[in-house]
């Protein structure tokens, strides 16, 4: 089945600084690739996902890109705020088959 | 996200006994998930159902069990085989179109079960 490996599991970013965070899949299928935000005690909330027939999308501050060949994605956001504090998840799936979530970033943004 | 409710929020329960967590949408979602998040750590499968009636084993099912008797509800008990309950649980939908689980899944806002 499909194995999703995300990195860093922790990171801190000076408020204004950029976050990147990565993950790999293992299954070159794989074509839907989203990306979630969960606060403190809430629930996670898609915030970007990206299609494996682009290789980049952006939304305001954030943005995902997509490596087909080299099996990975990233989360890209930029001029980070403190309400970009929070715990961010990717995952991974092919058409006809389940979500498959990566291990989750704890980011903390430092005024 | 709205339309998918969770209850209860808390939950405490003896060691040993059988417990439901309540899962409702009203967003007319084929799909129903129930995951569990343990602290630091992401999300993993429990149970999944496609349509009423019909629901598939996750990647870690045992000790739990659920229901689709209706397209809004999908239930999930924790019973006591189940070796470490504790955890937050979330329950989200989506829509299914052709046949196949569509991409982008909802989140419920998640019950915390704690066993005493």
């Known amino acids: 089945g499909e194995n999703v490996e995300q990195h860093p599991s922790t990171l801190s970013v000076q408020e204004g600084d950029s976050a990147v965070i990565k993950c790999t899949y293992s299954d070159s299928a794989s074509n839907y690739f989203p990306w979630y935000k969960q606060e403190l005690g809430k629930r996670p909330q898609l915030i970007i996902d990206?299609?494996?027939?682009?290789g980049e999308k952006k939304d305001q501050r954030i943005a995902v890109t997509l490596n087909k060949t080299a099996k990975h994605f990233s989360l890209h956001i930029t001029e980070t705020q403190p309400e970009d504090s929070a715990v961010y998840f990717c995952a991974a799936k092919k058409s006809g088959n389940k979500l498959t979530f990566g291990g989750g970033t704890r980011v903390l943004v430092k005024p | 996200d709205g339309g998918i409710t969770q209850s209860p929020k808390y939950l405490f329960r003896k060691e040993g006994q059988n417990v439901t967590l309540s899962c409702e949408q009203n967003?007319?979602?084929?799909?129903m998930y129930w995951y569990r998040q343990d602290p630091g750590q992401g999300l993993r499968l429990i149970y999944y159902?496609?349509?009423?009636?019909?629901?598939q084993k996750g990647d870690i099912a045992e000790g739990y069990s659920v229901s689709r008797e209706k397209k809004e509800s999908f239930p999930l008990t924790v019973t006591s085989a189940q070796k470490n309950p504790t955890a937050f649980y979330l329950c989200?939908?989506?829509?299914?179109?052709?046949?196949?689980?569509?991409?982008?899944?909802?989140f419920g806002p998640g019950t915390r079960l704690t066993v005493l």
């Open positions: 159902s496609q349509i009423v009636n019909d629901f």
């Open positions: 967003l007319n979602h084929d799909a």
């Open positions: 989200a939908s989506s829509i299914l179109a052709s046949g196949y689980l569509t991409d982008t899944q909802y």
């Open positions: 990206i299609r494996s027939n682009v």
